[in-house]
């Protein structure tokens, strides 16, 4: 069975600081790997995606997020937050070699960037 | 817009009644998905259907069914409702049942038991 966990319940950052939110994994084969966010009572949005290849994958929004598989995490990462990027970030992992599994959520953290 | 549809967007209900929670997949896309949202369970997988065949099933209570048309719309039945039931429930949709293919979710539909 796959797992995420989320360490941070929140992170507090300035407009115009660089933005991480930390995600580490566990799947017992290869993972497929997503990020996404929520805003107020919204649903989610897909950020972006690491199925193979290079390990820094660029999504929507200016958000990059880099694969380690030896320290199996997939850190969400901005360069210069905006008041905007507040909202409540998901990352979701699924066991690749299981063609109908499903996408495991992490409990989420929420992200307040202050002007 | 990510092109799925959820309805209806609010519901309130008492306890012990039925609801049914209805969703429409973008256009194209064969899967469908059922996730719980409360604030102490956080997102909870639900059930999984791809092109009319349940695929996949989480931590879906047995008062709880689900299932998925010919026109590919998913209906979501909450039966015998109890206070905890009280939730968001998103919809979600993607074109293949599983690999790499990232989900699109609908608005969600939240549900109130009092």
């Known amino acids: 069975a796959q797992s995420v966990a989320q360490p941070e319940d929140q992170v507090n950052v300035a407009e115009g600081n660089p933005l991480t939110v930390k995600c580490t994994y566990s799947v017992s084969g290869n993972p497929y790997l997503f990020w996404y966010v929520q805003y107020p009572n919204r649903g989610l949005q897909f950020l972006l995606k690491?199925?193979?290849?290079?390990?820094l994958v660029k999504g929507s929004y200016g958000f990059e997020a880099e694969f380690n598989k030896s320290q199996t995490s997939f850190h969400l990462k901005k360069p210069s937050a905006l008041v905007s990027d507040s909202a409540l970030y998901f990352c979701?992992?699924?066991?690749?070699?299981?063609?109908?599994?499903?996408?495991?959520f992490g409990a989420g953290t929420q992200v307040v960037v202050t002007p | 817009d990510s092109g799925v549809t959820q309805t209806p967007k609010h519901l309130i209900t008492a306890t012990g009644q039925r609801v049914t929670l209805r969703c429409s997949p973008r256009?194209?896309?064969?899967?469908v998905y059922w996730y719980q949202q409360s604030l102490d369970q956080g997102l909870q997988f639900l059930i999984q259907y791809y092109n009319g065949e349940e695929r996949a099933k989480g931590n879906i209570l047995e008062r709880f069914s689900a299932q998925q048309f010919p026109d590919l719309h998913s209906e979501l039945n909450l039966s015998s409702l109890e206070l905890g039931d009280s939730a968001l429930y998103f919809c979600?949709?993607?074109?293949?049942?599983?690999?790499?293919?990232?989900?699109?979710f609908g608005e969600g539909s939240r549900l109130t038991v009092l």
């Open positions: 979701a992992v699924r066991d690749a070699s299981d063609s109908w599994g499903k996408l495991q």
């Open positions: 979600a949709s993607s074109v293949s049942g599983g690999y790499g293919g990232e989900l699109f």
């Open positions: 690491y199925i193979t290849g290079d390990n």
């Open positions: 256009s194209g896309d064969l899967s």
